[in-house]
């Protein structure tokens, strides 16, 4: 049982780089998305998706790009990279009910120099 | 739009003291209400959840009852242990429409020593 899993768990670069963070679920979830932490702003939503090709903002989206073609995979790509974008990245998934539990990945810990 | 505010951390505790951390909230309608923990250098787990009125939820001897009146949803504990330090948060889900968006409040870090 795998579970939500991230990719990779730390990861550094450089300033205009391109960088993707891989998120990936095996319970088929319908719902997925993409939170920063940061120390004084809690869990920030970036964006979400509510199933394959459908995907919106959340609070802070500029600056990144996602996709979803398949049910189980949601990855985050910073198109050029900046040192506010330095945080840690957590994905999570869903069923589709409003009381159900978020599950949340390990997290990514993204650097950015 | 929906808000949470809770107690402003560090929340530093005695094995065994009481835990009490406020959560408040702003939103419309009727929210669910979710308290999850963060352990050290890992991800947001479920603690215990509240979808409606005068729940309450309970996990691993915390406890927090949905409270619509003072639109609130404390989190307590009787007796903490040392391996409940963490960072805990309080978070609300909206409640009409397709949107299952978590709304968090910022998190209070519990240290509790020996």
């Known amino acids: 049982d795998a579970g939500i899993t991230q990719s990779p768990r730390y990861k550094i670069t450089e300033t205009g780089r391109q960088v993707t963070l891989m998120c990936h679920q095996t319970?088929?979830?319908?719902?997925m998305f993409w939170y920063r932490q940061d120390l004084g702003h809690g869990l920030r939503l970036i964006y979400y998706s509510a199933a394959a090709d459908i995907t919106d903002k959340g609070e802070v989206p500029d600056g990144y790009v996602v996709s979803r073609s398949k049910t189980e995979n949601f990855p985050l790509t910073l198109e050029s990279a900046t040192r506010s974008q330095t945080s840690v990245y957590f994905c999570?998934?869903?069923?589709?009910?409003?009381?159900?539990?978020?599950?949340f990945g390990p997290g990514t810990r993204l650097t950015v120099l | 739009g929906n808000s949470v505010t809770q107690m402003e951390g560090p929340v530093t505790l005695s094995e065994e003291a009481f835990l009490t951390i406020n959560c408040t909230y702003t939103a419309t309608g009727y929210p669910s209400l979710f308290w999850y923990v963060q352990y050290p250098g890992e991800g947001l787990q479920l603690l215990l959840k509240?979808?409606?009125?005068?729940d309450k939820g309970s996990n691993k001897g915390f406890e927090a009852t949905y409270r619509k009146e003072t639109t609130s949803f404390h989190l307590e504990k009787g007796s903490v242990q040392v391996s409940d330090s963490a960072v805990y948060f309080c978070a609300l889900t909206n409640s009409g429409g397709s949107n299952y968006k978590l709304t968090f409040g910022k998190g209070t870090l519990l240290t509790v020593n020996p």
């Open positions: 509240a979808t409606k009125a005068d």
């Open positions: 319970w088929s979830h319908s719902y």
């Open positions: 999570a998934s869903s069923r589709r009910e409003r009381t159900d539990t978020q599950y």
